[in-house]
Each structure stands twice: as structure tokens, then as C-alpha cells.
């Protein structure tokens, strides 16, 4: 479902994990490879096609959250401000989101949008893990560069922040992002009196 306001989603129960990311960060290529289908997530070469909140169920009781792009959408500075002032409400009063997956082009990591995201977080309290997307197109020795310096920039802001390198195209790091996010979630065991 797709909400364009928070009075429009689900009851705050279970879990949530949103996904958060510039506009061109490759969010929705990646939402695409962590469900393993085609065009769950719309893609497009216009960066910040994602204008609602799209909640995605993956059972009755935990949902994956990909929520609109921030940067240099198309858009005007109002809707731009209103996306602000819902990120910011979604981050800080939703009580069932768990944790906070922010994607940032490998090569343009941090900008200053990034690092807002980042800090709403963690002053919420909420669990931060960074997705160096597009590592696909730097060298090994460049992404693990790009990746340690990321690192050591994001534990200024906090050491609870967990980063990895990450690109759909290549299904780098796909495994280890998946295993994140299965972490937060609630999954009862089957078979378990529960």
C-alpha cells in the first residue's frame, strides 16, 4: 500500500524497517533484488519517482518500508518541505519501525541530506545500517577505500552504525543486507506453541 500521509498507514503494530535514500541512490533497484522480483519497486532514470510511503507485507505482522526519495527530486521546495516534516514525524513517532536502512551512492556518500537522515535516527533511538549502493562500479580497491572512509565519518555521528558495501547489479553484498534485515524481524518459529 502506498500512503502519501502518516494518518494513511497501518496500525502501529509489529515491525517495520524502513528503507531511506537520496533520490538516485538506487533504493528502488535495491528493494528489487532484496524481494527478487523484477518491478516490485518502480525504477526509472528520473530520480524521485517514489512519492508516498510504499509499504510492502511480508507476513501479517512485519513490513518492509521504502519511503520517498530525498534530494533533488523534480518537485517544489513546498512539497519538498512536506516531505521533510513526514520523514521526520514517520522517524520519530512510529513505534513499530525497528531500524533505518539509508542507501548512498558509493561514490557520493554523506552528502548533507545523508547525514539529516542518519541523525533524525539516531536521536530517535532507531538502528541506522548505511548501503553503499552502486559498488559495482568502483574497482575492489576503491569500494573497500570508499567504504572505510564512509566508516570512519558515520562514527562521528555514532559508533552504533553498521555500513556495507552493496550493488544489486552485481548482487554484492546482497546476502549480507538481506541477513540485516531479517535480524530486526519478527518471525515466529514454525511449529512453536507461540
Given at each position: 500500500?502506498?500512503?502519501?500521509?502518516?494518518?494513511?498507514?497501518?496500525?502501529?503494530?509489529?515491525?517495520?524497517?524502513?528503507?531511506?535514500?537520496?533520490?538516485?541512490?538506487?533504493?528502488?533497484?535495491?528493494?528489487?533484488?532484496?524481494?527478487?522480483?523484477?518491478?516490485?519497486?518502480?525504477?526509472?532514470?528520473?530520480?524521485?519517482?517514489?512519492?508516498?510511503i510504499n509499504l510492502f507485507m511480508i507476513d501479517e505482522s512485519n513490513r518492509l518500508t521504502d519511503l520517498p526519495g530525498y534530494g533533488f527530486a523534480k518537485v517544489s521546495k513546498d512539497q519538498k518541505a512536506e516531505w521533510q516534516k513526514t520523514l521526520s514525524r514517520y522517524l520519530?513517532?512510529?513505534?513499530?519501525?525497528?531500524?533505518?536502512?539509508?542507501?548512498?551512492?558509493?561514490?557520493?556518500?554523506?552528502?548533507?541530506?545523508?547525514?539529516?537522515?542518519?541523525?533524525?535516527?539516531?536521536?530517535?533511538?532507531?538502528?541506522?545500517?548505511?548501503?553503499?549502493?552502486k559498488a559495482d562500479k568502483l574497482k575492489s580497491g576503491a569500494r573497500k577505500t570508499a567504504t572505510a572512509n564512509a566508516k570512519k565519518r558515520l562514527e562521528r555521528i555514532s559508533e552504533n552504525i553498521t555500513i556495507q558495501a552493496f550493488s544489486a547489479t552485481s548482487k554484492l553484498g546482497l546476502d549480507e543486507l538481506i541477513a540485516k534485515l531479517a535480524s530486526w524481524y519478527d518471525f515466529k518459529k514454525k511449529g512453536s506453541s507461540e
Open positions: 500500500m502506498g500512503a502519501a500521509k502518516l494518518a494513511q498507514l497501518p496500525p502501529d503494530e509489529g515491525v517495520e524497517v524502513a528503507l531511506a535514500g537520496r533520490s538516485n541512490a538506487g533504493k528502488s533497484t535495491a528493494l528489487n533484488a532484496i524481494t527478487d522480483q523484477k518491478s516490485l519497486a518502480k525504477t526509472s532514470k528520473t530520480p524521485g519517482r517514489t512519492q508516498l520519530q513517532e512510529r513505534q513499530c519501525l525497528k531500524a533505518l536502512v539509508v542507501f548512498m551512492d558509493i561514490r557520493h556518500p554523506l552528502k548533507e541530506t545523508d547525514k539529516q537522515m542518519v541523525q533524525w535516527a539516531i536521536t530517535a533511538n532507531i538502528p541506522v545500517h548505511v548501503v553503499l549502493s
